[in-house]
């Protein structure tokens, strides 16, 4: 209907965006709420607190209803995009055991989960031996249990920014699809999570009932609960649409829709990136380190 408006928020590396379009997708509105510089515990690592997250994303969005009067009561629904690849660990609670590791994160697990000798002879075989240790050792998860088992054994759910996000806003653990952009056992053909019996299960030390539920992008995965409301300013009951990524929204936000179009992105770092049979493929990290 003429006059209806989207809230989108944009919870990035560096700050959080709040924005409301037309059904057009002409912006109405637009705030930005600064986030604080993350914390670097030891060489390589990046880490961030998840309250600090919720609290500018309530900033951001409460600025937004001061830029005019009415704007509430035109919204139809809200979508959500973060930061991919940053992990959270929850309790039975669902409350962080741990602060956020960040995307950019460079720690390694020194021990990994051993594979049967039938996978490992398949690895071996197709020459991904390296491959499958890469990712191993990259995993938040074989890292938690290899150098912090005292945190991984009280590790109800592992989800990333967007699922405890999505879990603030809703009060249902649920996370979209296409924002599984990182080293858990998900399957990009399937669009889920890996069938039982699938190697990665066996090479990541996660289980799978530690994992939210998964909604395809454009499907309702809950509604503003009332605490959330009381929180932000948003409509309770406000329906939540499954979204993406950062950069798969970006880059089809974009236009880019072609593998054969580029989008080149100026963020935290800066990336080239394609679209190919419908999912976001990184090609280059051209700067941060």
């Known amino acids: 209907m003429a006059g209806d408006l989207i809230l989108s928020i944009d919870v990035g590396t560096q700050s959080v965006?709040?924005?409301l379009f037309d059904l057009r997708g002409n912006i109405v509105a637009l705030q930005k709420e600064p986030l604080p510089p993350w914390q670097v515990p030891q060489a390589g690592w990046a880490e961030q607190e998840a309250a600090v997250y919720w609290e500018n994303l309530c900033r951001a969005v409460n600025k937004l209803w001061r830029a005019g009067s009415g704007l509430k009561d035109r919204l139809r629904c809200l979508a959500l995009t973060t930061q991919r690849s940053t992990v959270l660990l929850l309790d039975r609670e669902y409350r962080p055991l741990y602060p956020a590791v960040l995307w950019l994160d460079q720690r390694q697990a020194e021990r990994v989960p051993p594979l049967s000798r039938a996978?490992?002879?398949l690895f071996t075989l197709l020459g991904q031996r390296?491959?499958?240790r890469y990712l191993q050792t990259q995993a938040e998860v074989n890292w938690f249990a290899a150098?912090?088992?005292d945190i991984w054994a009280k590790t109800n759910k592992v989800v990333f920014l967007s699922g405890?996000?999505?879990?603030?806003?809703t009060g249902e653990l649920v996370d979209s699809a296409a924002s599984q952009v990182g080293y858990l056992p998900f399957d990009y053909r399937r669009q889920d999570w890996a069938a039982s019996g699938d190697w990665k299960w066996s090479a990541l030390s996660v289980r799978r009932e530690q994992l939210p539920r998964l909604v395809k992008p454009g499907q309702i995965m809950g509604q503003v609960s009332k605490k959330a409301a009381a929180a932000t300013g948003i409509p309770a009951g406000l329906?939540?649409?499954a979204a993406a990524a950062d950069k798969a929204c970006e880059v089809l936000g974009s236009g880019c829709l072609m593998g054969e179009q580029g989008s080149i992105s100026y963020g935290t770092?800066?990336?080239i990136n394609i679209t190919s049979y419908s999912q976001m493929i990184v090609l280059l990290f051209l700067a941060g380190g």
């Open 119 to 121: 996978w490992r002879w």
């Open 147 to 149: 150098h912090r088992p």
């Open 17 to 19: 965006r709040a924005v």
């Open 130 to 132: 390296s491959t499958l």
């Open 239 to 241: 329906p939540v649409v």
């Open 269 to 271: 770092t800066a990336t």
């Open 164 to 169: 405890y996000l999505t879990w603030l806003l």
